[in-house]
């Protein structure tokens, strides 16, 4: 098998420091480029701590020209402890001079069709007005699940057929069932695809998804890369 260019596994002993610098150098490039840097927010416990820190430093990046999606959440409302957006904000998007309206939250506590069309329909005008076929974001974050799935894309699941909405509803195996989630159309519109992988326990599965098995394996961005970022 021809080694895939276009994927790429970065191996760090500075894995928080690391996904921060990868984040600023990206946000700057891309509004250098554009006057827009468009950056896709994963959830779960390692981007919480990488979040953080790019927290602190308020001045890295021109707030004002970033705009936040969220590869998925649950539906629940924005204040509960499951929701993506309530992680997101306490640990960054409150942290830091962002417009509200740059922030396309997917809104949980409304019925899940209507949110997912919803956000859909933002994400579509945005992608108009600059001339693309579908928003294409700078910086896509992503997680690694232990059964490999990655944003609400789990292994078995319809969702993961989907070739031409962006945002649909998908069931999860693990309480909140209820997901809305990109789907990979959107995921492989990105320009740059980053999995935050900060345990070594996952690291079969790192290498399954390697060999395109799993929902993260699927992952393939027709005019941009994907970048492993894992910690040792």
Not at 42 to 57: D, F, H, K, M, S
Not at 78 to 105: C, K, T, W
Not at 151 to 168: D, K
């Amino acid at each position: 098998m021809q080694p895939d260019l276009k994927t790429s596994v970065q191996r760090t002993s500075q894995f928080i420091p690391d996904a921060v610098a990868l984040i600023v150098e990206t946000g700057r490039q891309a509004i250098a480029r554009s006057g827009l840097f468009r950056l896709g927010l994963a959830g779960g416990n390692t981007p919480r701590a990488v979040y953080a820190a790019l927290a602190q430093q308020t001045d890295a990046l021109p707030w004002d020209r970033v705009q936040i999606t969220f590869g998925d959440e649950r539906c629940v409302p924005p204040d509960h402890a499951d929701s993506n957006y309530r992680m997101a904000y306490e640990s960054l998007l409150s942290q830091v001079p962002i417009p509200e309206g740059n922030v396309f939250r997917i809104r949980g506590e409304i019925p899940h069709e209507e949110a997912a069309l919803e956000c859909e329909a933002r994400l579509a005008a945005v992608a108009a007005r600059l001339g693309e076929e579908r928003y294409a974001h700078d910086l896509l974050l992503l997680g690694l699940g232990e059964d490999g799935h990655t944003a609400s894309l789990f292994p078995g699941s319809p969702a993961l057929e989907e070739t031409v909405r962006n945002i649909i509803p998908a069931t999860g195996p693990k309480p909140p069932p209820q997901r809305i989630t990109f789907t990979f159309p959107l995921i492989n519109a990105s320009n740059l695809v980053v999995f935050l992988l900060n345990d070594p326990k996952k690291e079969a599965i790192l290498q399954g998804a390697l060999q395109g098995k799993f929902p993260s394996g699927k992952v393939a961005p027709t005019h941009g890369r994907v970048l492993w970022l894992a910690g040792e």
